[in-house]
């Protein structure tokens, strides 16, 4: 949800009502991990490509911050709804699964096993292929591993990212393609076939990869860090994404994500995966 982590982490969020039940499934601590996390799109631009005529006939005339709110009612070529391409975990750019979970090194959960919400296919984006990957954190302090939890603020999250009320994003889905929780399984958050909104003006082509916590005030679990470097290694192999593709959210946007911690980590990384590529 990246936005400027230094300044939403100041800013407490008035919860809906789908997070006060996931609070009291998950606990306390999943569910500001999951409310408090770095956003990185203005409500409502994350996933449309504008202009384009939304439920009510009113045209949306830009997505930056500058535009935000300026609508007109003049006519607009109305944007199709995106096909039904599935929730496959790996697939190609037509949505056929190219691997399954049990061929990735870690634990890979589908999003079945924590939301039966499917996203808006009238405002989402269609991927049409993959070819980098950025890594975020949620920049909410995070403590937990234990699975209810962990599905509640995944919940938490996907409420917040896709409601109507004003403190909401209202985007189409949930921002991020895969989560890493604290006990290093990777949980499916956006059908990999639809492009996500973790990183504005970034998202064509681009796998997000979000880990629970904040990595500003936190260090990564270990087991977080194995899932993530193998998980990496796995998609890279997978898609054929060189590593100048990888980036972390502040090598693209104005925004202390994914945190000092995890930043230094990535550039150590990908240092020796560089290494190992040019081998």
């Given at each position: 949800?990246?936005?400027?982590?230094?300044?939403?982490?100041?800013?407490?969020?008035?919860?809906?009502?789908?997070?006060?039940?996931?609070?009291?499934?998950?606990g306390?601590?999943?569910?500001?991990?999951?409310?408090w996390?770095?956003?990185?799109?203005?409500?409502?631009?994350?996933?449309?490509?504008?202009?384009?005529?939304?439920?009510?006939?009113?045209?949306?005339?830009?997505?930056?911050?500058?535009?935000?709110?300026?609508?007109?009612?003049?006519?607009?070529?109305?944007?199709?709804?995106?096909?039904?391409?599935?929730?496959?975990?790996?697939?190609?750019?037509?949505?056929?699964?190219?691997?399954?979970?049990?061929?990735?090194?870690?634990?890979?959960?589908?999003?079945?096993?924590?939301?039966?919400?499917?996203?808006?296919?009238?405002?989402?984006?269609?991927?049409?292929?993959?070819?980098r990957?950025?890594?975020?954190?949620?920049?909410?302090?995070?403590?937990?591993?234990?699975?209810?939890?962990?599905?509640?603020?995944?919940?938490?999250?996907?409420?917040?990212?896709?409601?109507?009320?004003?403190?909401?994003?209202?985007?189409?889905?949930?921002?991020?393609?895969?989560?890493?929780?604290?006990?290093?399984?990777?949980?499916?958050?956006?059908?990999?076939?639809?492009?996500?909104?973790?990183?504005?003006?970034?998202?064509?082509?681009?796998?997000?990869?979000?880990?629970?916590?904040?990595?500003?005030?936190?260090?990564?679990?270990?087991?977080q860090?194995?899932?993530?470097?193998?998980?990496?290694?796995?998609?890279?192999?997978?898609?054929?994404?060189?590593?100048?593709?990888?980036?972390?959210?502040?090598?693209?946007?104005?925004?202390?994500?994914?945190?000092?911690?995890?930043q230094?980590?990535?550039?150590?990384?990908?240092?020796?995966?560089?290494?190992?590529e040019?081998?």
């Open positions: 949800m990246c936005d400027e982590c230094e300044r939403e982490s100041k800013r407490v969020r008035v919860f809906s009502r789908r997070a006060w039940m996931a609070l009291t499934a998950g306390l601590g999943a569910v500001v991990g999951g409310l996390s770095c956003r990185s799109e203005p409500r409502g631009s994350g996933d449309r490509k504008l202009p384009v005529v939304g439920t009510e006939g009113v045209v949306e005339t830009g997505s930056g911050p500058a535009s935000r709110g300026v609508r007109t009612t003049q006519a607009a070529t109305t944007r199709a709804a995106a096909p039904d391409l599935g929730a496959a975990l790996f697939p190609d750019a037509a949505g056929k699964p190219i691997a399954e979970a049990s061929d990735a090194p870690v634990i890979v959960i589908p999003r079945s096993d924590w939301t039966r919400v499917g996203p808006n296919l009238d405002e989402i984006v269609v991927m049409n292929g993959v070819s990957m950025t890594v975020h954190h949620t920049a909410g302090e995070l403590s937990t591993d234990a699975w209810k939890a962990t599905a509640g603020t995944l919940e938490a999250i996907r409420d917040f990212h896709t409601g109507t009320q004003p403190e909401d994003r209202g985007w189409a889905d949930i921002a991020y393609h895969f989560v890493v929780d604290r006990a290093g399984r990777v949980w499916q958050a956006r059908p990999l076939a639809y492009q996500g909104a973790h990183c504005q003006g970034h998202n064509e082509h681009n796998i997000g990869i979000v880990l629970l916590g904040n990595f500003e005030v936190q260090m990564p679990a270990a087991a860090l194995v899932s993530l470097a193998a998980f990496i290694g796995f998609l890279r192999r997978l898609y054929g994404i060189p590593v100048a593709e990888i980036f972390t959210h502040r090598e693209l946007r104005m925004t202390v994500c994914p945190g000092k911690n995890l230094a980590y990535m550039d150590r990384e990908r240092r020796r995966w560089k290494a190992e040019g081998g």
